[in-house]
């Protein structure tokens, strides 16, 4: 049996996590597009997110899809209590190799962006980054988002529209890469075709999923600090541009809506 034909066994989701589990955090983290590499970039990245948080520091932070606990730890730095949650057992290794030793660390566990396991009114604010595109039912995460947020509550989700500038094409170097062969194997059209924003090429795309979950105030925001913090290092690294970075922000009602007459 091929690789290929092995990975079409399993199903959409089971495909994506076993794509971030071969290509592990530490690997992943060496990019500088995802760990910035120096301190201006990094500063870049926290004040774009402190901007979305809370004056209040007791307000709890969820990090869905946290990966290698970028924005988690970022959170965390900045003094809020944060759980970060990914299916992904390569990734959240990384994570929490990174916060041994931190004086707030954030609370990473395995589990799933679109059912997560928590009492509903349990944050303040949710944050995800570059987790839009891979999930297998965002409509059902928005759901499970807006119930998970106290009322007034925030979603920030900081993604671009990578199908637009070729990111999600097959990889030219399968021959010899492990993560281009998992790339091949495991994010080829099968999975693109069943993870419904994957081929988003307009932002709206990625604000209709808060709108239809119940959210308010739904707006983009071209991130200017994010945006810039997210392609430096990028060009020379990777001889090509990315897509804008897009900050996603919807807000929860503070109070409910009345049923309709
Ligand atoms: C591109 S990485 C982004 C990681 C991190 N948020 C960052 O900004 O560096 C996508 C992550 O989403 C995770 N992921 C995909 N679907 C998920 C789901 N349904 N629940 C939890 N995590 C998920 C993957 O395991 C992977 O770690």
């Known amino acids: 049996m091929t690789a290929r034909s092995q990975a079409s066994e399993l199903k959409p989701q089971e495909r994506v996590t076993a794509y971030w589990d071969t290509r592990g955090g530490e690997a992943?983290?060496?990019?500088?597009?995802?760990?910035?590499?120096?301190?201006?970039v990094a500063d870049a990245w926290q004040a774009a997110v402190e901007r979305y948080l809370p004056?209040?520091?007791?307000?709890?932070?969820?990090?869905?899809?946290?990966?290698?606990?970028?924005?988690?730890?970022m959170a965390a730095d900045l003094g809020y209590p944060v759980?970060?949650?990914?299916l992904s057992e390569g990734m959240l290794a990384t994570a929490r190799a990174k916060t041994v030793g931190h004086p707030n660390p954030p609370q990473l566990l395995v589990g799933d962006a679109i059912q997560p396991n928590f009492a509903p009114?349990?944050?303040?604010?949710?944050?995800?980054?570059?987790?839009?595109w891979t999930l297998v039912d965002p409509d059902a995460a928005a759901r499970a988002w807006f119930m998970l947020l106290k009322p007034g509550g925030v979603v920030v989700a900081w993604d671009s529209l990578w199908w637009n500038a070729g990111y999600l094409a097959p990889m030219d170097d399968e021959e010899t890469s492990a993560?281009?062969?998992?790339?091949?194997?495991?994010?080829?059209?099968?999975?693109?075709?069943?993870?419904?924003?994957?081929?988003?090429?307009v932002p709206d795309e990625l604000m209709a999923m808060f709108v239809r979950a119940g959210f308010e105030d739904?707006?983009?925001d071209t991130d200017p600090s994010?945006?810039?913090?997210?392609?430096?290092?990028?060009?020379?690294?990777?001889?090509?541009?990315?897509?804008?970075?897009?900050?996603i922000v919807a807000r929860k009602p503070s109070v409910p809506r009345a049923d309709p007459i």
């Not at 194997?185 to 988003?200: F, H, I, K, V």
Request: no cysteine; charged share 25%; aromatic share 6%.
């Open 28 to 40: 992943y983290d060496a990019q500088a597009t995802h760990s910035p590499h120096d301190t201006e």
């Open 55 to 73: 004056e209040d520091r007791a307000a709890r932070i969820l990090d869905v899809g946290t990966g290698t606990g970028f924005l988690a730890i």
């Open 83 to 86: 759980t970060g949650i990914d």
């Open 121 to 132: 009114g349990s944050f303040d604010v949710i944050l995800n980054r570059h987790l839009l």
């Open 179 to 201: 993560v281009g062969n998992a790339w091949n194997t495991l994010y080829g059209d099968e999975t693109l075709d069943a993870l419904p924003l994957s081929r988003a090429v």
């Open 218 to 220: 739904v707006r983009i």
């Open 226 to 247: 994010a945006d810039r913090a997210h392609r430096a290092n990028v060009e020379p690294e990777r001889g090509e541009s990315i897509p804008p970075t897009l900050a």
